[in-house]
Nanobody, 124 residues
Framework: QVQLVESGGGLVQAGDSLRLSCAAS????????MGWFRQAPGKERDFVAA????????YYADSVKGRFTISRDFAKNTVSLQMNSLKPEDTAVYYC?????????????????WGKGTLVTVSS
C-alpha cells in the first residue's frame, strides 16, 4: 500500500523559513515524478514544485521560484521542500504527491498518490 506522509508544517512569520518532508513507502518510485501542491482557503489546489525521482530534474511554479527548493533523499525515500522568505500568501495546506508522469505539464491530474497534507501558516 502506497503511503505519502507529510511533516514539517507550522506557524511562522513572514520572512522565515520552513522545511517540509514527505516520507514515501509502499512501492518503488524510481520512475515517478514527486510533487508538492498547495491549497489555500477557498482556492483550488495548485502546483508548487516537482522533482523527477530518477534524474532529479526540478520544476517550480513561478510564485515560488528562487524561494523554494525541492530535493529528494534516495536512501531515506523522502522528498523535501525547503521554503525560504515565506510570505503570507504562502499560507496553505501543502500536499505531497507522486505520479508515473514524465511530461512537462505537471498538475494534480497527473498524480496517482497523495498524502493527507500539512498546514503552513505564515503571519504578517
Amino acid at each position: 500500500q502506497v503511503q505519502l506522509v507529510e511533516s514539517g508544517g507550522g506557524l511562522v512569520q513572514a520572512g522565515d523559513s520552513l522545511r517540509l518532508s514527505c516520507a514515501a513507502s509502499g512501492r518503488t518510485f524510481s520512475s515517478y515524478t514527486m510533487g508538492w501542491f498547495r491549497q489555500a482557503p477557498g482556492k483550488e489546489r495548485d502546483f508548487v514544485a516537482a522533482i523527477r525521482w530518477s534524474d532529479t530534474s526540478t520544476y517550480y511554479a513561478d510564485s515560488v521560484k528562487g524561494r523554494f527548493t525541492i530535493s529528494r533523499d534516495f536512501a531515506k525515500n523522502t522528498v523535501s521542500l525547503q521554503m525560504n522568505s515565506l510570505k503570507p500568501e504562502d499560507t496553505a495546506v501543502y500536499y505531497c504527491a507522486a505520479g508515473a508522469y514524465y511530461g512537462l505539464k505537471i498538475s494534480e491530474r497527473n498524480m496517482d498518490y497523495w498524502g493527507k497534507g500539512t498546514l503552513v501558516t505564515v503571519s504578517s
